[in-house]
């Protein structure tokens, strides 16, 4: 799919200008949004050692004609004048920001496309052309056509024109679409960039404003008082904060559990505030009937899709600004509830951007028809199909007289299990639970009454019975760039107590999961829990000596829900695209257009993410592709050669070895 | 020795149930009943009364390892006391020696040829003598006791010396080294009770300012140890992993912050997370074996592990009563101890599926409950004792 972006970015641009830069890992590229995100996030063109990722330009892919090396990224990112504007504007400071920002990840996958070759062709006649063409188009025309209007925007940059500039210009071109494209470009940029991020309380944002807006916002600090007082007045949910806040941990949100729902259900009937559903969501959100990644991430979905089935446009209102402006106002409210993970605001911003990208053109009904379709692939693609095809590669690591060790309860972990059951595979589970939660209950409740033989025991006793593990099978919430996994709080320990042991680590983490940020530790972003739940002790009441903790201001209690788990401590990930080794290089396939081309986005351990063409050549075991890619370190480039092992049957790289430096 | 049956074995009974756990209380139990052992024990009018009395505190002492093996402070004791009634033996036969050392000197002949021991010279003799004499430090603890047969054979050749020397049954020199031995054990009770002190005293020299400490569970000794730092008015940190499923870091936690002590629990899984902000770990322990390696309440290796990670010092603070001079060999399962699985899952909930049993007969949920951990010297910085 990358194919169709290329070409018309060197049409516009005069054949040199990287029209695209995408970043991180990204499952599948979406063509609008990804080019732009990265070039705010890479101070860099000049500077080689900033921490973020530049991909070299993308070389538009020859057609399917036989692949050769010509096909090498040719120039560095002109991100620099970029960055000025960007710089310019900082000093309008509003934390309206956009949301699902904090987690602002690269573009939302996209769904696959099925044809591609119409698309470069249509991509030629962009422009002027498309106008004429809007009333009917298909979808993957419009994308095109808006694929040629952002190359048209990041000529004009490039050129160093000033953003109004290329603005009215690009509007003379084409009646009203490219502004709704820039705005989303602009909104991609105040998310990239990768310490930053964005605010997370949100809310409607007034059109004017938006210009204003580039400076990259960083994520919230809740103890930063201006901010969280200006937070406070547009939030829905009226929340006191908890006392004996832990002093590391002002910077995050923590709130007196259980003070806000009651007043949440007492607003529940207020017809105008939310959509019910969103309300729902929220309200088990807070309760904390609806837990972990994906369960959370479809709740959503579902509760938006029918929001938007609901949703009527007030007169006056262009759809795709109203309708954003709604979401993001639901998206404030269900943060305020939980703060966001990170594969909801995955799915957020895919959901932003099919809205942005809508055609005018469209009803309102046939709009609303087509979001609901894409919210619903999204599910299914994106996360049901995913699982699935994790499990079918995880089950053939595990083998007969196994004892697989996993930690919490992890959906897709489950998943596994069953499926090698089903299997008639004899393996043994251990299943190692933690407080406050004991979600590993639940889990090996669901295990035993499927008559898989399970082991049960708690986070301390992980290295006494670590010895007879022969496989670690874990969850994960996210997977950063520099291979480190964001996950339930104990799994970096689970992690490192099987390395120490010489047993193998498998995280399981479908690829919409993945995000570009890095972190270091498990502190600077994090989520807390109740506190009261660690007070609280199960069963035996002469245990319990904390229960008036709240009245010693010297006591603190901390209940963190998430932490991070070194990449050297995780043999193997398991996502939808295959298995990868996370030290070395996290490798996902954004997509792949035939046989002979992979478009692939490296990220290595240190270094940044990069685009790179495979050219593949089909050998006796599957197809080994080699990969070129420049890596850029103390300005020089160097160019690094993989070896790639990729299987066009599943479609997926099973492996990828660093050939040598050349 | 009738006397005293009923108390050892009320003592072993409590060991085999568990009513007694925990280094410092069965380290002190047992050093009283080995003081009333020895303080019952008749002495015999035969020559070596010191063999005699070791044997009997040695018969004692297997009953109540056998008792309780993983309860290493038991054995720890024993030998400290069959040290002191050695130590107590050469000092009384180095004082009747120097009044007699003619004696001795011509004594020396006969024993060379009749005993394997190699001679022993006055010099010699006096040279062990002045070692017992010291307070015993923690080389010479780990040094001496291995040769427990060889301090009967001591005690019987030096009886001989004594026997032949002296005139036989001489009941005073037997009441000396029986009261001796009694005082002896006395002052090992109250350097068990006091073992915290010269520990604590050490508390300022590694808590500085502003430092935080991470520990996991309770131990006293650690708690003595914060407690001295701050009363140095050094002001700091501490996180508690809270030690789950017997949460006595929440106990600890309420004892620090009533000395006013700034606290914060934490989940034991929070413990990697938390490591990277955390300056030093100060933990108790259960034992510490010859090879360096510790027996830990469960969740220690994971602890150390972690530090080792982020090159975080580990402390190890243990009275010498847990010095143990084993060495380990798969302390992991040898040494540890199974609990109920009531501390972790619900009878109530879990009941059924305890039920479910395969077809060759074993359960389908197996639940495990360890209570100590293993952690391999290389793992520890620094061991912190009384010695």
């Known amino acids: 799919m990358d194919i169709r972006r290329a070409p018309p970015s060197r049409a516009a641009s005069g054949g040199v200008e990287p029209r695209f830069r995408q970043v991180g890992f990204v499952t599948a590229a979406e063509p609008a949004r990804g080019p732009v995100a990265p070039a705010a996030a890479s101070p860099t063109a000049s500077d080689g050692l900033s921490p973020v990722m530049i991909p070299p330009p993308l070389i538009p892919v020859p057609a399917p004609a036989p692949a050769s090396e010509s096909l090498m990224p040719s120039s560095p990112p002109p991100a620099s004048s970029y960055l000025l504007e960007v710089i310019s504007d900082l000093d309008d400071y509003a934390d309206d920001d956009d949301i699902d920002v904090s987690w602002a990840r690269p573009p939302p996958p996209a769904l696959p496309e099925p044809n591609k070759r119409d698309l470069t062709q249509t991509k030629n006649e962009h422009g002027p052309t498309s106008v004429a063409q809007k009333p009917k188009l298909s979808k993957a025309e419009r994308r095109a056509i808006q694929e040629s209007q952002r190359a048209a925007k990041a000529a004009a940059k490039e050129a160093g024109l000033k953003p109004t500039a290329m603005a009215s210009d690009a509007s003379t071109k084409i009646s009203k679409q490219p502004k709704t494209a820039k705005t989303s470009l602009k909104k991609d940029v105040n998310q990239v960039n990768p310490p930053v991020a964005s605010d997370k309380k949100t809310g409607e944002r007034p059109p004017d404003k938006d210009r204003k807006k580039d400076i990259p916002q960083s994520r919230m600090q809740f103890d930063d008082a201006h901010r969280v007082v200006k937070a406070k007045k547009r939030s829905v949910v009226s929340q006191s904060e908890a006392r004996n806040r832990v002093e590391l941990f002002r910077h995050l949100p923590q709130y007196a559990h259980g003070t806000q729902l009651p007043d949440l259900e007492s607003k529940f009937l207020q017809p105008d505030l939310m959509h019910p559903s969103v309300y729902k969501v929220g309200l088990q959100y807070l309760s904390g009937d609806i837990s972990g990644g994906n369960a959370r991430c479809i709740a959503m979905l579902l509760a938006f899709r029918e929001a938007i089935n609901d949703y009527s446009m007030p007169a006056e209102k262009i759809l795709n600004r109203d309708l954003t402006a709604k979401i993001s106002s639901y998206v404030s409210f269900l943060i305020e509830c939980r703060p966001l993970s990170i594969s909801m605001g995955n799915s957020i911003r895919f959901l932003k951007n099919r809205i942005t990208k809508l055609p005018l053109a469209l009803s309102e009904s046939e709009a609303k028809v087509s979001l609901q379709s894409d919210i619903d692939r999204f599910i299914n693609e994106k996360i049901i199909v995913a699982d699935k095809v994790i499990v079918s590669h995880a089950v053939t690591k595990i083998r007969d007289d196994d004892v697989l060790l996993t930690f919490g309860s992890a959906s897709v972990v489950e998943m596994i299990f069953d499926h090698a059951h089903e299997l008639g595979k004899k393996f043994r589970v251990v299943v190692v639970d933690s407080r406050p939660n004991h979600e590993g209950q639940r889990l090996l409740r669901r295990l035993v009454a499927k008559g898989i033989s399970c082991t049960y025991t708690h986070i301390n006793a992980v290295s006494y019975i670590m010895h007879e593990v022969t496989r670690v099978f874990l969850g994960a919430s996210s997977v950063l760039s520099n291979g480190t996994v964001y996950s339930r709080v104990g799994t970096a320990l689970v992690a490192m107590v099987a390395h120490a042991f010489g047993v193998p680590v498998l995280v399981c983490c479908e690829a919409y999961k993945f995000h570009e940020r890095v972190q270091l530790d498990s502190i600077c972003f994090n989520e807390l829990g109740d506190p009261d739940a660690i007070s609280r002790v199960p069963r035996d009441e002469s245990l319990s000596h904390l229960k008036n903790w709240a009245e010693n201001e010297n006591l603190h209690l901390l209940n963190l829900r998430y932490d991070i788990t070194p990449s050297d401590y995780v043999s193997m990930l398991i996502t939808d695209y295959g298995m990868l080794p996370p030290t070395s290089v996290p490798v996902i396939v954004i997509g792949s257009t035939d046989m002979d081309h992979l478009i692939i986005v490296v990220g290595f351990k240190f270094l940044p993410a990069r685009i790179a063409v495979l050219t593949v050549h089909r050998t006796g075991h599957g197809t080994r592709a080699h990969m070129c890619t420049y890596a850029k370190s103390k300005a020089v480039y160097q160019q690094l050669m993989f070896s790639v092992f990729y299987s066009p049957s599943e479609n997926s790289i099973f492996g990828i070895r660093r050939m040598a430096d050349w | ?387």
């Open chain 2, 1 to 387: 020795m009738p006397d005293v049956q009923p108390l050892v074995s009320d003592f072993v009974l409590k060991l085999k149930r568990r009513k007694v756990e925990g280094s410092h209380a069965v380290a002190r139990q047992t050093a009283e009943l080995l003081r009333s052992v020895v303080s019952q024990h008749r002495m015999g009018s035969s020559a070596n009364q010191a063999a005699a009395l070791a044997d009997a505190v040695r018969v004692v002492g297997e009953q109540l390892i056998a008792a309780n093996p993983i309860e290493l402070a038991v054995g720890n004791i024993v030998r400290r006391v069959l040290h002191i009634i050695k130590e107590e033996d050469i000092s009384s036969t180095a004082v009747g020696i120097e009044g007699l050392s003619v004696t001795v000197d011509s004594d020396d002949e006969y024993d060379s040829e009749h005993d394997d021991r190699p001679a022993l010279s006055a010099a010699v003799l006096a040279a062990h003598a002045r070692n017992a004499l010291r307070a015993p430090s923690l080389q010479t603890l780990l040094e001496d006791i291995p040769v427990s047969p060889a301090i009967s054979r001591t005690a019987s050749s030096t009886g001989d010396s004594d026997g032949k020397s002296k005139s036989a049954g001489d009941k005073s020199s037997t009441r000396k080294l029986k009261h001796d031995v009694i005082t002896a054990i006395g002052d090992l009770i109250d350097e068990i009770d006091s073992c915290y002190e010269p520990i604590s005293e050490q508390a300022v020299e590694l808590i500085h300012q502003n430092e935080v400490i991470l520990t996991l569970g309770r131990s006293r000794t650690v708690k003595e140890f914060l407690y001295a730092a701050k009363e140095k008015k050094r002001s700091f940190r501490v996180f508690v992993a809270e030690g789950a499923p017997r949460y006595q870091g929440h106990v600890l936690a309420k004892e620090l912050v009533e000395k006013g002590v700034q606290t914060t629990v934490i989940t034991d899984s929070a413990v990697f997370a938390m490591i990277s902000r955390v300056n030093m770990v100060i933990v108790g322990a259960h034992a510490i074996m010859a090879n360096g390696g510790v027996i830990a309440p469960v969740g220690m290796n994971m602890v150390a592990l972690a530090a080792q990670r982020h090159a975080v010092p580990f402390v190890v603070v243990a009275g010498s009563h847990k010095l143990c001079p084993l060495y380990p060999h798969n302390p992991e399962v040898l040494l540890n101890e199974l609990k109920s699985p009531s501390d972790l899952l619900d009878f109530g909930e879990f009941s059924d599926c305890m039920n479910f049993s395969t077809q060759d007969g074993s359960p389908l949920l197996n639940v495990v409950n360890p209570t100590f951990d293993y952690v391999p010297p290389k793992l520890v910085s620094l061991f912190i004792t009384d010695t």
